[in-house]
């Protein structure tokens, strides 16, 4: 009886995840982008910087890469207190 | 974690070092090839992963400087706020040694590439996050350790 | 159908990594599967940013052409596999502070022991 129920809202799940997924927009088509237009057509020219990729990460969109260098060093600093030694009491 | 067997070794001696090679020119290149800062410190990372496995726990522990790691870690992290600090009149994060592309087709190059802090930028996080994603590994290793004992000089995957 | 082919396999991986959740009783079991839906997800964003017949979006490599992809998605996927992977990290050093602690990986275990 559990097992029946588990495997009818499976199914109903699935139906609405791939549902979901499958109708943002047609594969190939994302309609109008104008700030990526502005980006590849200006990143040579202003930044001199062949990779509109790299010029994004690092020059428009800077603080996106600051706040992912903050997550990079605090989940280091929590993973080493961790698993610190102990001093043994006196 | 025990040593592997003599071929293991072997093979992990020859290119251990070219992975370093490896991923500084993915580093360094950032700005004309695919790839860049955060994927090539990432690539460099995995030397210290390499030599866990082939060589054990022991031997690694021994001979591993953390000192060098927690350097390369402090420094990308200090070069990437000084350069984002220092446009500061104008906005944070102002690209301030940035050349237009006619001025830079027309005069040549000099040390500094044209395209400014970008680069700069590149080579400051690669080691930042070589340096974080090894201590990571470092520090989950001794974790490991600290609640288990076994031998560490015997070979693993004999048939006794 | 078959032309959204990618936004489809994204649906199939979400949905398996969302099921394993649920019906999985082994801690590292449930920390793949996070793991799985977080591959799902940059690939959804990675596919969104596509452009029938553009170009990779590096001048050096593209030469003449002038359609190409869009760079936004990519600059935000490196971003969110780092970030993934440094919770991946945490996530895995939490468990093995509870399997010191409880001496045992099982969830149900874990629930009822008590200290």
Known sequence: ??????????????????????????????????????????????????NVVTSIVFDYRGFDTIGEAAVLFTALCAITAFFREGRKRP | ?????????????????????????????????????????????????????????????????????????????????????????????????????????????????????????DIAVGLEVAGGLSLIVLSMFKGVRLFREEHFEEESGHDR | MIGNAPFFVVGLLFLA?????????NLIKIAIAISIISSGVNLFLVALGYRAGGTIPIHYLAGEETLMVLPTPQAMTLTAIVIALATTALLLSIIMLVYRHYGTLDVDEIRRLRG
């Open chain 3, 17 to 25: 990594g969302l099921v394993a959740i649920f019906m999985e009783k």
């Open chain 1, 1 to 50: 009886m559990k097992k029946t129920i588990f495997v009818v809202a499976a199914i109903l799940l699935g139906a609405f995840v791939i549902g979901a997924t499958d109708s943002v927009q047609l594969f190939g088509d994302p309609g109008k982008a104008p700030m990526d237009d502005y980006f590849i057509a200006n990143a040579l020219q202003h930044r001199s910087s062949e």
């Open chain 2, 1 to 121: 974690m025990r040593p592997l067997s003599i071929v293991v070794r072997t093979g992990c001696d020859l290119f251990a070092w070219f992975l370093v090679i490896f991923g500084s020119t993915i580093i360094i290149h950032g700005d004309v090839t695919p790839g860049g800062g955060f994927q090539g410190g990432a690539i460099v990372a995995t030397f210290l992963s390499l030599l866990l496995v082939a060589y054990g726990g022991k031997k690694l522990l021994a001979w591993a400087n953390i000192g060098i790691f927690n350097g390369m870690l402090v420094f990308g992290l200090l070069v990437f706020f000084l350069l984002g600090f220092m446009g500061f009149p104008h906005s944070f994060f102002f690209n301030f040694l940035a050349v237009p592309h006619e001025i830079a087709q027309a005069t040549g190059h000099g040390v500094i590439p044209p395209s400014g802090t970008i680069a700069l930028m």
